[in-house]
């Protein structure tokens, strides 16, 4: 219990010290982590469980869909403002049908995502500026609280 807790401290500790772009960053695995997850669940016949899970990836996109700054993010936000609502759409038809497929492409558009935002840390890291409109002030607190 006490290592538990320990653990517990030790990733909030993280995502309070963690840029919005690193946080960005946590989000997107942890959803690619639960459609991991659901994509199993679906094979071990756990369909209750596996719904929770393809729910909390859906959670995760929606609140990065919130936080576009669509004003200020021009093409880029559009672009992922249309990609989102296609992951979800996917995810839908992948939670009512019990189908890994569109899982798997939903992981994949996450990963690829994924990578564009760690390369936008690194570059950060070595003094860039952060790009006006990708992330909005306010970063989606209710899921990071779900990381890790």
Known sequence: MLVTHKI????????????PIELVVLLYDKAITRLGDAARLVQEGRLADKAKAICHAVDIITE???VLD???GGEIAAKLDQLYTYMVQQLTVANYENDPKPMAEVARLLEELQQGWKGLA??????AQPPAGYVKPGVP???LNSVG
């Open 70 to 72: 669509k004003d200020r």
């Open 141 to 143: 607190m209710r899921q």
């Open 8 to 19: 517990q401290v030790y990733r909030q500790n993280q995502l309070q010290q963690a840029s």
């Open 122 to 127: 690194q570059q950060m890291a070595g003094g």
């Open 64 to 66: 990065l869909h919130a």
